[in-house]
Nanobody, 121 residues
Framework: QVQLQESGPGLVQLSQTLSLTCTVS??????????WHWIRQPPGKGLEYMGV???????DSSPPLKSRTFISRDTCKNQFTLQLSSVTQEDTAVYYC?????????????WGQGTQVTVSS
């Protein structure tokens, strides 16, 4: 059973860097059975895909966010992190981490509860 929990500041200043951590319980984030994703939902809008870190540690990000997104991991703590630089009001959203089962593309079977991040001026 995969459990995920997001953590980080709920308030980020305009133009600063947003940093969130997802703590995983259950499998190791180095397990070849899962990929680890970040997804967000701005207020009144649908889900927006942000990026992924694979079991190998390789990352990929959504093209519109690629220049501002950095995803990393701490295998000792079984955590992966999201950093989003130069935030604007458009980055206000609920941020989720999710686990994708390898071999089932798009099957995000496990999600964290989400964490609200507000960009303030």
């Amino acid at each position: 059973q995969v459990q995920l929990q997001e953590s980080g500041p709920g308030l980020v200043q305009l133009s600063q860097t947003l940093s969130l951590t997802c703590t995983v319980s259950g499998p190791s984030i180095t397990s070849s059975d899962y990929y680890w994703h970040w997804i967000r939902q701005p207020p009144g809008k649908g889900l927006e895909y942000m990026g992924v870190i694979f079991d190998t540690g390789t990352t990929d990000s959504s093209p519109p966010l690629k220049s501002r997104t950095f995803i990393s991991r701490d295998t000792c703590k079984n955590q992966f992190t999201l950093q989003l630089s130069s935030v604007t009001q458009e980055d206000t959203a609920v941020y989720y981490c999710a686990a994708e089962t390898v071999g089932s593309p798009g099957d995000f079977g496990s999600w964290g509860q989400g964490t609200q991040v507000t960009v303030s001026s």
